[in-house]
């Protein structure tokens, strides 16, 4: 199975072609090392950082952004948000606090203060 893809590593951006045969993959079009690395990563393990936003109880009308420490699985990128969608906090918060642990592999941060 062949699949294409655009290098996201660095801003030249180049276009790969990953070749999946059983469990080996070939790429080409990668001009450095990276490239290569990102698409076998793509091809056999996908992974996303999440970022969404909180509710801030104790602010009116207030949400608090936050994002996963580490990149989680691509598959479960829908059980992290289901998670954050019910999650609430109270303020202050500050950047890089963490406000739930070992959510999926992965903690959840703060990436803005809210006071």
């Known amino acids: 199975m062949k699949r294409d893809l655009i290098c ?3 801003p ?3 276009s790969l072609c990953a070749d999946i045969q ?3 993959v070939t790429v080409t079009g990668n001009a450095c090392p990276k490239g290569r690395e990102y698409a076998v990563n793509e ?3 996908p992974v996303r950082t999440v970022t969404a936003t909180v509710r801030v109880v104790n602010r009116y009308n207030t949400m608090a952004s936050v994002k996963t420490s580490v990149p ?3 598959d479960k990128m829908m059980d992290v948000m289901s998670v954050l969608r019910e999650t609430q906090i109270k303020a202050p918060v500050h950047i890089g606090d963490v406000i739930l ?6 903690e ?4 803005k203060t809210v006071y």
Do not use: H, L, P, Y
Request: hydrophobic share 30%.
């Open 108 to 111: 959840i941060v703060a990436t």
């Open 72 to 74: 989680v699985a691509k």
């Open 43 to 45: 091809c056999t393990n």
């Open 22 to 24: 059983e469990k080996q």
């Open 8 to 10: 996201i590593i660095c």
């Open 12 to 14: 030249r951006g180049c």
């Open 101 to 106: 642990k070992d959510i999926c592999g992965s």
